[in-house]
Nanobody, 115 residues
């Protein structure tokens, strides 16, 4: 069972930046596709960014050009650098790891973008 622990959420003003981290408990991380999803109140969970085991990335349309996903396999950690944050980015951000046809999820970290 893979455990995922997110950190780095908080309150930030519009135009500001945050960096989220997600640490995985198992070294299988390096063989896994990992990503970030967010869920705003009353809305469905949706993809923010994803990075494959080989390093290929893709992003949701609303964050393209503002957010950057990266990974450090030596630390079993995936990062999400979020720049030029907007109020509509306010949501709970969840880390996801997919390996061997199984999805694992973290408990989420809240990001609030407000003046």
């Amino acid at each position: 069972q893979v455990q995922l622990v997110e950190s780095g959420g908080g309150l930030v003003q519009p135009g500001g930046s945050l960096r989220l981290s997600c640490a995985a408990s198992e070294s299988i991380f390096r063989l896994s596709n990992v990503g970030w999803y967010h869920q705003a109140p009353g809305k469905e969970r949706e993809l923010v960014a994803r990075i494959t085991s080989g390093g290929s990335t893709n992003y949701g349309d609303s964050v393209e050009g503002r957010f950057t996903i990266s990974r450090d396999n030596a630390k079993n950690t995936v990062y999400l650098q979020m720049n030029t944050l907007k109020p509509e980015d306010t949501a709970v951000y969840y880390c996801n790891l997919y390996v061997n046809r199984v999805n694992y999820w973290g408990k989420g970290t809240l990001v609030t973008v407000s003046p």
